[in-house]
């Protein structure tokens, strides 16, 4: 007959404080963190102070800050940050009001909400190069769908060059941009609109208070932190757009993004050196946001626990 | 009654939102079916529905092997790095989500960090590495790179779900004496299984979108992935491309997507909301 061991039972409760055991289990992703992407950004940032090649990674020379004294002089450089900001200033902000809009219509109980937030995911889903292509599409000078509308509807005369000029096509970046982008902001803030009292949206059913009431006055102070985050987690990723831009703006110098230019410069003219100092300066750009959007979380992680 | 009508008219209102939301989303997709589906000579014809339907622009697509090779990277990339990243997450999400340990909540916010870096800024690191490693145009190159993207959401998602056990359930298991390595796989794996599909998922169409790395990742045409494929995909110039071809190709690529949103809209919304991630 087994005798039961009151201590041998409490050793084997889970204490967790089994540290060495907690980073065996923490070894591969630390190891993955690290390798991809811990070790090519240090490598990435070194890379901006030489004189590195594309065909030449090993034998580099150290130059000192010459790069980023050649990126300051650049005027393509600083078309590049404008156009980058452009987007990120402009695309944020109308995302969060549509995807506020759509969060809010996805937390009401409705007939067909379940096809509706399968038709409001669609245009996230769908490859960037996809939406860029298919927008390119429509948006095209002499055969695209929407010059063809707005002729027929006699709101225009002309076809408008959407994607030939360059003011206009910085224009399309921004309204595919806003397309394919606003179902994830609606899905950032649903969550956040789910996680409140659920109340405080009766008091628009109960008390016959218009709902536009509500919504300034309770609805959205509540919301602030959510939208906040997603304002700055949105903007990370508009500051480093790629896709579009590739696409959209068929390779001129006029609508490059940092992103854009850093790439040309690392890969297309096998300036490694300098496409890497410039990579870094985005980064730096970017710092201050991640700061700020980790420090958030960091918050929100001390609320769980 | 006046409070009746005034309530159907708000309804009415509502669901003509909707359907105008609807609408902006699935238009461009309509359009691209729409055009895919014409011959060359009605390509650039506005009329808003197809009047004579032919598949020629599909199966061009479907003869030219650079595309089907494309496609079967596509699909082996993107699952391989949705089951290494499910793999990896999974392990460290144990402890993350069931231990208090000293320097847990440092790795969760270096998690974080790691989906705020702009990707061109481990571009060059990453292509000295994958050259260091001999694996340049190679799937395993792409593999490596985008576990970046989907290593950090897929460890907060997991954390998060696991965070939401009973801890009854963990506690039952130990002292029925499993080891915490038969706790993970034979009792938190099935309670996990909705979260792992819905990460894997995400992690899934992460890759199967991805276009930076795998541009400049790989050269030929037969280890380049759909998108770069897409975006590479163009006539003698920039007024002849073949548009009713990119549409074919661009539907064949959106498809199988959309059939897992339609499919998994749910499980797909609750995991992008679970994550802490996004605040």
Known sequence: ??????????????????????WIFLLPCLLTLLICAGWPLIRTISFGFTDATLDNLKNISFVGVDNFIAIARDQDWWKAVLNTFVIAIVSVPLETVFGMIIALILHRNF???????????????????????????????????????????????????????????????????????????????????????????????????????TLKSIILPLMKPTIIVAMIFRTLDAVRIFDLVYILSSGNNENATMSVYSRRFIFDYADVGYGSAAATVLLFFVAFLSVLYISFNRKKLKEMD | MIWKSKKFIKETAFYILCLLIAFVCLFPFYWAIVSSLRDSSSLFSTDLWPTKVTFDNYKEVFSDITFGASFLNSVVVAVCTALLSLAVCLMASYPLARAKFKGKKRFLMTALGVTTIPHVAVLSGLFELIRFLDIYNEKSALILSYMIITVPFTLWTLTNFMRNIPKEIEEAAIMDGASRFTVLTKVFLPILSPAIVTTGLLAFIAAWNEFLFALTFTLTNQSRTVPVSLALFSGASQHELPWGLIMAASVLVTLPLILLVVIFQRRIVSGLTAGAIKG
């Open chain 1, 111 to 213: 007939k067909g909400r379940g096809w509706m937030r399968a038709i409001v995911l669609i245009p996230w889903t769908i490859p960037t190069i996809v939406s860029a292509r298919m927008w390119a599409w429509m948006l095209n000078d002499s055969y695209g769908i929407i010059n063809d509308l707005l002729i027929r509807a006699a709101i225009i005369k002309e076809p408008i060059p959407w994607i030939a000029s360059n003011s206009l096509s910085i224009l399309s970046i921004i309204l595919v941009d806003v397309w394919k982008t606003t179902p994830y902001m609606a899905l950032l803030l649903l969550a956040g609109l789910q996680s409140l009292p659920q109340d405080c949206f009766e008091a628009t059913e109960v008390d016959s208070i218009p709902f536009r009431t």
């Open chain 1, 1 to 22: 007959m087994k005798i039961f061991h009151p201590q041998k039972f409490r050793k084997r409760q889970i204490s967790h404080s089994d540290i060495f055991l907690n």
